[in-house]
C-alpha cells in the first residue's frame, strides 16, 4: 500500500526549460512534506518543503506547490540546468508521527544541454 | 559543518557473517534514523531513535537485525548472521524535531 506515489519513473527536459515532478499521496494526515534529490552514490540531499497550512513554497529556483484537495504535491524547476539531472524523491509525514517519513519511489529527471 | 558520517562506505562480506554499519548524525540533532534501499522496495525506514532511544522498529526485517545508539553521536546499525537477500545501500539520517532529515552518504552492503 503505497502511500506516496510518483507516478513517472523518469523525466526529460531540454536545458533552460521548466522541470515538473510530481507527488501524489493517499494519506489526509500527512501535514508536512518535502523533496529530496540523489545523485548516484550519494545520500538523498533535502531540498525544500511544505507544510499543509501553505499551498506554495519557493526557493531560488525551486517552487514546490501544494494541493490538499487533490492530495497532489510538485516540484518546478526553473531553469532547469544539466546540474539538476538526479533522481528526485518526494516524502510525507504528519504530526502524530513525527519522523516516520513516507517516501515515493523517485523521479528520475535528465537535464539535456 | 559535518554532515552525517557513515562507515563504512562499502562492505562486502559473505554469507552468514556479522555486519556493523555505523553513523555518526550532525552534531544537536535529537532524532537518528536507519533506512534501506533496494530496487524493488525503494526507500524503507528500518528504525528510528529520539534522544537516543528507539521509538519504532517496526521496519526491522528479521531478528537478524539490530540497532543500538548508545550515546548521541553515534549509531550501529547489526546483521548478523548477514544473507544475500541483505544487499543494499544503507542510509543513516539525522534530524532536530523529527522533522527535515538529513542524510549521510550511505554504505553499499553485498553480501555474497
Known amino acids: 500500500d503505497q502511500q506516496v506515489k510518483q507516478n513517472s519513473p523518469s523525466l526529460s527536459v531540454q536545458e533552460g526549460r521548466i522541470s515538473i515532478l510530481n507527488c501524489d499521496y493517499t494519506?489526509?494526515?500527512?501535514?508536512?512534506f518535502l523533496w529530496y534529490k540523489k545523485y548516484p552514490a550519494e545520500g538523498p540531499t533535502f531540498l525544500i518543503s511544505i507544510s499543509s497550512i501553505k499551498d506554495k513554497n519557493e526557493d531560488g529556483r525551486f517552487t514546490v506547490f501544494l494541493n490538499k484537495s487533490a492530495k497532489h504535491l510538485s516540484l518546478h524547476i526553473v531553469p532547469s540546468q544539466p546540474g539538476d539531472s538526479a533522481v528526485y524523491f518526494c516524502a510525507a509525514s504528519h504530526g502524530g508521527s513525527q519522523g516516520n517519513l513516507i517516501f515515493g519511489k523517485g523521479t528520475k529527471l535528465s537535464v539535456k544541454p | 559543518d559535518a554532515g552525517v558520517i557513515q562507515s563504512p562506505r562499502h562492505e562486502v562480506t559473505e554469507m552468514g557473517q556479522e555486519v556493523t554499519l555505523r553513523c555518526k548524525p550532525i552534531s544537536g540533532h535529537d532524532y537518528l534514523f536507519w533506512y534501506r534501499q533496494t530496487m524493488m522496495r525503494g526507500l524503507e525506514l528500518l528504525i528510528y531513535?529520539?534522544?537516543?532511544?528507539?521509538?519504532?522498529d517496526s521496519g526491522m526485517p528479521e531478528d537478524r537485525f539490530s540497532a543500538k545508539m548508545p550515546n548521541a553521536s553515534f549509531s550501529t546499525l547489526k546483521i548478523q548472521p548477514s544473507e544475500p537477500r541483505d544487499s543494499a545501500v544503507y542510509f543513516c539520517?539525522?534530524?532536530?524535531?523529527?522533522?527535515?532529515?538529513?542524510f549521510g552518504p550511505g554504505t553499499r552492503l553485498l553480501v555474497l
Open positions: 494519506n489526509s494526515m500527512f501535514d508536512y
Open positions: 539520517a539525522s534530524s532536530w524535531a523529527g522533522r527535515t532529515q538529513y
Open positions: 531513535f529520539n534522544n537516543n532511544v528507539p521509538i519504532d
